[in-house]
DNA sequence: CTCCCTGCAAATCCTTTGCATACCC
DNA sequence: GGGTATGCAAAGGATTTGCAGGGAG
């Protein structure tokens, strides 16, 4: 699987310095996704006069693009996950809130029979696992 | 299963007639989940000084109290979600972001192999479902 | 009578937007 | 060179907080 700066490439979008330092940020992060303050600050460091509204537009229009998307697991910040081409559910720490990818045998939308969908169009289906990352396991 | 009302007056929690009606507004709700403003706006029909910080600040703590689960499904508005005593899961409508419950078969967290753990302590699954709401449907 | 809930407004957090400049293709 | 991405600062929506007064127990 190429890595989303060469699919970027392939694509033919209009490349430039900081968002070629986005991009490479969000493809270090493929199993631990990360909030668009903290894209910031990962890439301050290679390119300290990059903008905050650079990244926020970036990380935008990556996810019109369909290049990376949007997850949402509490009501704060947004986190952007560039793993798209692989199918995955999302595991959350519940104490720092970091999210990272895992993968599962079965498929979610078999659980939910025809009455239950209430009338709606069920297209998709994601499993959010919650509990506690090693790292905070360690720390209490 | 009691009122999320009377669950309150059993815990001696201090009512006020603000209170009052936002957990009344809550239980209306009880299988589609309204946002903060929602909550302001439909109680406001019945008490119309209500303010909205007193509203946002009840919310918080129903939540911290366990009786509301807090839940989020776009990057926009947290909605709250009264029906904590039935296990249940959320079907979200792309199109108008509205919420409602839907109760499945199987357990989702039997779907996660333990090498796929990542050394995490998972204790909880959560399926959400996708689509477009009848509503929405008719209105295409 | 005491404590804490309420309402107001200001503050905060996250994200978006307007505009002039810089630079990719 | 044309068109568009960038950076700055200001605006915007959602939520929280400080403080004075009022009402529940």
Redesign the pocket.
């Known amino acids: 699987m190429s890595s989303l700066v060469e699919r970027l490439r392939g694509r033919k979008w ?6 070629r330092v986005i991009a490479e940020t969000l493809d270090c992060g493929e199993h631990v996704h990360y ?3 903290d894209i910031l600050n990962r890439a301050s460091v290679h390119m300290p ?6 990244v ?3 990380l ?1 229009d990556l996810v019109s693009l369909g290049e990376v998307l949007e997850v949402s697991v509490d ?4 986190r952007y996950d560039p793993n798209i081409h692989h199918d995955h559910e999302h595991l959350v720490c519940d104490a720092c809130g970091a999210v990272r990818d895992v993968h599962i045998d079965g498929d979610a939308l078999s659980l939910l029979s025809p009455q239950e969908s209430h009338g709606f169009l069920v297209t998709e289906a994601k499993v959010t696992y919650r509990g506690i990352c090693p790292d905070c396991q360690g720390r209490s």
Chains 1, 2 share one sequence.
């Open positions: 209009r490349m430039t310095p900081q968002r909030t668009a303050e006069e990059i903008s905050r509204a650079t926020y537009n970036t935008n009501g704060r910040s947004k």
